[in-house]
């Protein structure tokens, strides 16, 4: 038998694969066990009502997938009302997503959002911050430090800070969550991008830009989260083109101790259970019992990531 389980910050998981949050449902409840998962991660929700950017929302661009939902909500009402007594039939930890236009009404949400049922809240802070001139909060590390240290004191809950891949700060941003109360680090959102249709020569999502997700963003994603493994001493959850056993591996022996599937349950909507399925048939083979002696166990040789970037650069 092989050891699956993972401890995040003192939330027990059985095993290391959950959702990205905005990629599941209670809908999905028809298809798999939702038992089966580490954790659930639900769609992101705001206070209020929010109806989401202009459609089109969504485009493929050679094999990932570019979106700019806008993040609607039904709002926090409903999410309690609602999802929470939903997701209550499980065993399997409920982690809440959520957003704020700025730190105070990040951290009103957050304390609304810790009822019982809830096992931890993930905070969007890859999304704009109004009193940063619609900068992520993620993007700088005061911003960051700022919106956790309020986050912090609104929640006995662990937090866990959702980066964002569109800074040039990976470990200082990383640290900077840390230092502000962060209990674990998902690493890391979309990558800010933009596909234009050649024909009509206008940009193929109604917001002009968005998100990008899928096999693209692994490589980006995958250094982030070592970087933030190295930096930091809180578990680092990967996030970021996960669609094979392989990329799952990877992102563990980097130093994730658990990974989000989002974009390719999309594609097969019970990717997450042979994910689950795949890594137990792999250590097993490897002759491990556990997945935890998987996690960190790159052999990196300590490289000055300045020494990397000045090799890379034209």
């Not at 039939?89 to 019982?116: K, M, Q, R, W």
């Not at 690493?187 to 096999?215: C, E, H, Q, W």
């Not at 994730?256 to 974009?263: H, L, Y």
């Not at 137990?280 to 020494?307: A, C, P, T, Y």
Request: glycine share 8%.
């Amino acid at each position: 038998m092989v050891d699956l389980s993972v401890d995040i910050s003192g939330l027990k998981l059985k095993n290391p694969i959950m959702p990205a949050s905005g990629t599941f449902s209670e809908d999905l409840a028809e298809v798999f066990d939702l038992d089966r998962l580490g954790a659930h991660v639900t769609k992101t929700i705001t206070r209020g009502w929010r109806d989401g950017n202009p459609t089109p929302r969504v485009c493929e661009v050679n094999g990932s997938m570019l979106n700019s939902i806008g993040i609607p909500s039904k709002g926090v009402g409903a999410f309690i009302e609602k999802v929470v007594p939903f997701y209550a039939h499980y065993e399997t930890p409920l982690v809440v997503s959520i957003s704020g236009n700025t730190a105070d009404e990040f951290a009103t949400l957050c304390s609304e959002v810790s009822v019982p049922g809830v096992a931890a809240i993930e905070v969007n802070i890859s999304c704009p911050n109004i009193e940063e001139d619609g900068k992520a909060f993620a993007i700088r590390p005061s911003s960051t430090h700022d919106v956790m240290r309020k986050l912090r004191a609104a929640t006995d809950l662990p937090l866990w800070a959702k980066l964002t891949p569109n800074t040039g700060e990976t470990s200082e941003v990383a640290r900077a969550a840390e230092e502000g109360g962060a209990d674990a680090l998902v690493v890391a959102n979309t990558i800010l991008s933009m596909a234009i249709d050649i024909n009509t020569r206008r940009p193929k999502l109604g917001n002009l830009m968005g998100g990008l997700s899928g096999p693209s963003l692994k490589p980006i994603a995958l250094r982030m989260a070592y970087q933030c493994a190295r930096a930091t001493k809180i578990p680092v959850i990967g996030c970021g083109g996960i669609s094979t056993v392989e990329d799952v591996i990877e992102y563990l022996i980097a130093g994730a101790s658990a990974v989000q599937v989002g974009t390719a349950t999309f594609i097969h909507p019970t990717i997450m259970l042979s994910l689950i399925d795949g890594l137990e048939d792999w250590l097993s083979n490897q002759g491990l019992s556990s997945v935890k002696d998987l996690i960190g166990s790159v052999i990196d040789g300590e490289q000055d990531e300045s020494v990397v970037f000045m090799e890379a650069a034209p």
